[in-house]
């Protein structure tokens, strides 16, 4: 195969990617788990390119089957949603194949890496590898059931504004590992959060996503502030609406390992164990327009231009003075 087999969707492959989006390997956790896997609406409206609506999706053909890979693009950085249909074994060049293109396609659009989220015993793992991903930070993510919260609980938080984002960008930058803060954008306080402060200054952001299938919260405790974890997450339940009835879960990366011991303590328990794989991109390199200088002189100097060869003059010396009139040398040209 060549390059040109891996192409956008269009309207007439919506047959077949309806088909394998069905059977589809989630790449977005956060995605999945609250709002599910909406492959397929945002295919459809990708394959109207003049729109350039849904997320940007690329089919790959192989005889009579058909592969599908979906990202969505955030400033410079791209997350992989889902491949499609779910890799198995034996597969590995095919996925590499269509892995490589969405790397280049996400450069193309600006993007200066591409993460995504895998369990590293999955089949697809080996074609990550294959594909240039590298494995940047593991993590659990921890469940916990539907179930009533304690009442009486102290309201230790209260919803973060726009005014927190410097705040929020400190505690980021002092918490989030320098290397994963580039696979790791830092949270957009208007899209939805929760703040604990202590003495003036935020030490606690927890990013809340609700949907129809679950509660995902990407939790940021400064160190400091390790014996009040388990009390700001259950405060952070009692402000959530549907923590009662729809599961939450909570993401605990490698540099956050402390976490999932002091979160037993108020019923969550690890439900799977993940890398965070990320691949660098093509970046777009914009058209560089060379800017003439104005002259130093009000004149433009040029360069002497002979219409013919220039002719040879031989030097002589007489008394040790040369004909040009400086002091010559021992050698005289006959």
Known sequence: MDRTDVRPISPLDLPNVRRVIARSLPLDQAAALSKGINGLE?????????ADFGAPTLVMRQGDNTYVGQFRHRDQVAQLTLV???????DSPIWTRLLEALAFEAGKRGAHLLSAEIDEEHAAFPSFRMAGFAV??????????PSSVPRGQPDLLRPACSQDA???SVLWSNTVPRLLQQAEPLPDPDCGGLVYERDGQIAAYLAVTEGKS?????????????????????????????????PVYLYARAYQDWLQRVLEEVEFAPWTHQALMVKYTTVRAERAEVAALHPLEASRLRPPVADGPLPLHKLTTHNGRAANGHRGG???QK
């Open 166 to 168: 410097i705040g929020i």
């Open 42 to 50: 945002d295919a459809l409206l990708a394959s109207f390119p003049l």
């Open 136 to 145: 940047y930070s593991r993590q659990v993510i921890l469940r916990r059931e």
């Open 214 to 246: 679950g509660v995902v919260i990407k939790p940021y405790f400064h160190p400091e502030i390790y014996e009040q974890t388990a009390d700001i997450t259950l405060s952070a339940l009692a402000r959530i609406s549907h923590a009662e009835d729809l």
């Open 330 to 332: 021992r050698f005289s």
């Open 84 to 90: 499609a249909p779910e890799p198995q074994e034996g």
